[in-house]
């Protein structure tokens, strides 16, 4: 298994090439001493885990298959299914910027949450999801009574 870690000089013969890898590595670059970049090599691609020091902030991270890329932001909500088009990967790194920005909200309830990223056009992408119990369905207006949490930029 291959590492990179925030600033640390990467291993560029081991990693697969994958749609993101690029953009992993500029985010490495650019957040060092805010937050920790690592690039694992996994069957089929790469996985980046981003956390930031700043704990008041959102960790975030995906999984690059190449074809198919899965972005994570929330607990249960907040994960994204894209293709690896052009589109797919500029829509991975607007929301990742944006979280790393401070651009995101997450409301929690029981097994469940909805992450709402706040896009650089000011467009909003939400997702929500949750693991409850067989047989439990969400109680009305859970997203309105619900904890939320906006979380603060990296920097």
Same mark, same amino acid.
């Given at each position: ?39 694992? +090599?996994?069957?089929?691609?790469? +996985? ?15 999984? $690059? ?9 929330? $607990? ?11 589109? $797919? ?8 910027? +944006? ?48 904890? +939320? ?7």
């Amino acid at each position: 298994m291959t590492n990179e870690h925030g600033h640390d000089g990467p291993d560029t013969n081991q990693l697969p090439r994958t749609p993101t890898l690029h953009f992993a590595r500029q985010l490495a670059k650019e957040l060092a001493g805010v937050a920790t970049v690592k690039v694992d +090599s996994i069957e089929g691609g790469i +996985s980046v885990d981003v956390t930031p020091r700043n704990p008041d902030a959102r960790a975030f991270g995906w999984m $690059d298959f190449s074809e198919e890329l899965i972005l994570g932001v929330g $607990d249960y909500g907040g994960r994204w299914e894209l293709e690896a088009g052009p589109e $797919d990967v500029a829509l991975l790194e607007d929301i990742a910027r +944006s979280v790393v920005a401070g651009r995101v909200r997450e409301v929690f309830a029981p097994g469940r949450s909805a992450v709402s990223v706040t896009l650089a056009d000011g467009s909003v992408e939400t997702e929500i999801g949750g693991e409850a119990p067989a047989g439990c369905l969400p109680l009305p207006f859970w997203r309105r009574w619900s904890r +939320s949490v906006q979380y603060a930029p990296y920097k």
